[in-house]
């Protein structure tokens, strides 16, 4: 059975009507959701009613990337953007402002709330080489499963 099957008969196809059926069904059947913990962690700091769990099999991680084009006109400011953004001031700022990211600098602490609630959580780095060869197979698996 497809893991959101039951829910299926709630949703309407036009936005506004599935925005209201979403709304019913949010209030009625207090359903579960798939989020990245920054959006998740975020909800909840709003006052939302939000229990965050993770799947016994474990969370996939990935870092954000940020990269210089070759031949870029402004090249220096690139240079000097890339810097700040890997340096321990900027990604400070993750906690300071509860952003919700962890820090890829081995001297920035991630901010404790963050640390609290991936404590005791399975993280695995996602294997791009496996993911970009079963990409197909992946997203239609996901289309069949969580999407209808």
């Not at 069904?25 to 207090?30: D, E, F, G, M, Y």
């Not at 975020?42 to 990935?62: C, H, L, N, Q, R």
């Amino acid at each position: 059975m497809p893991i959101l099957g039951s829910f299926a008969p709630t949703f309407s196809s036009t936005p506004r009507a599935a925005a209201a059926a979403h709304c019913r069904w949010a209030w009625v059947r207090r359903p579960g959701g798939i989020f990245f913990i920054v959006d998740a962690l975020d909800t909840k700091a709003k006052g939302y009613d939000v229990v965050i769990s993770f799947p016994k099999e474990g969370i996939g991680t990935s870092a954000e990337a940020i990269a210089l084009i070759k031949g870029a006109k402004n090249a220096d400011a690139g240079k000097k953007l890339i810097d700040w953004a890997t340096s321990p001031a900027m990604q400070g700022l993750f906690a300071k402002y509860k952003i919700n990211f962890v820090p890829a600098h081995p001297d920035v602490k991630t901010e404790a709330s963050l640390a609290d609630v991936l404590r005791g959580a399975k993280i695995f780095a996602i294997d791009d080489a496996f993911a970009g060869a079963n990409r197909k197979r992946i997203v239609d698996r996901w289309v069949a499963e969580i999407l209808p």
